[in-house]
């Protein structure tokens, strides 16, 4: 099965600085990489995601990149926000015995201070 | 809210009893999905099913089992409690089997403790 990290763990930030989040998956054959917000006590969310045919994208404040040779990809938050705190995962996505299962980092828990 | 409906929000239970939990996915979705989130982790993930079928096996352990039902509901089943299966229990659901990506849709979770 895949193999996904995530570094930090836990990031502080002051308001209106930028938070970058990085991860790393094993297997090449990956081809889906979402993130997914999960506030204090609710349900995760998806954010954004990106598959393996596209280098970035971006949405607003929220971006992601995706870096296919190194098997590794970034959550960029830009101007970021009180509200932006939360638990982050990533997440990659590949094919084995036909089936899609989503395998998740271990997150990283990031705090905007004011 | 994200159309997924899980039972019960919270469990108590002691050492060694047996619980099930229920996920009603979004209408329409056939695939149904459970994580086990344990305090200050990350989401792993347990087993999968599509239209009735278990699709794929995770970290499961052999006391864990599960179904999905023909009304498409499935139920996760824990067994011989440990102190250690305390953890938040996410189901979620995706409309897609293979092909493509598809995002999931999660539930709010059951909060189980075993005492």
């Known amino acids: 099965g895949e193999n996904v990290e995530q570094h930090p763990s836990t990031l502080s930030v002051q308001e209106g600085d930028s938070a970058v989040i990085k991860c790393t998956y094993s297997d090449s054959a990956s081809n889906y990489f979402p993130w997914y917000k999960q506030e204090l006590g609710k349900r995760p969310q998806l954010i954004i995601d990106?598959?393996?045919?596209?280098g970035e994208k971006k949405d607003q404040r929220i971006a992601v990149t995706l870096n296919k040779t190194a098997k590794h990809f970034s959550l960029h938050i830009t101007e970021t926000q009180p509200e932006d705190s939360a638990v982050y995962f990533c997440?990659?996505?590949?094919?084995?015995?036909?089936?899609?299962?989503?395998?998740f980092g271990t997150g990283t828990r990031l705090t905007v201070i004011p | 809210d994200s159309g997924v409906t899980q039972t019960p929000k919270h469990l108590i239970t002691a050492t060694g009893q047996r619980v099930t939990l229920r996920c009603s996915p979004r209408s329409g979705d056939l695939s149904v999905y459970w994580y086990q989130q344990s305090l200050d982790q990350g989401l792993q993930f347990l087993i999968q099913?599509?239209?009735?079928?278990?699709?794929a096996k995770g970290n499961i352990l052999e006391r864990f089992s599960a179904q999905q039902f023909p009304d498409l509901h499935s139920e996760l089943n824990l067994s011989s409690l440990e102190l250690g299966d305390s953890a938040l229990y996410f189901c979620?659901?995706?409309?897609?089997?293979?092909?493509?990506?598809?995002?999931?849709?999660f539930g709010e979770g059951s909060r189980l403790t075993v005492l």
């Open positions: 997440a990659a996505k590949g094919w084995w015995t036909g089936a899609n299962n989503l395998f």
């Open positions: 979620a659901s995706s409309v897609e089997r293979t092909s493509g990506t598809g995002e999931l849709f």
């Open positions: 099913y599509y239209n009735g079928e278990e699709r």
């Open positions: 990106i598959r393996s045919n596209v």
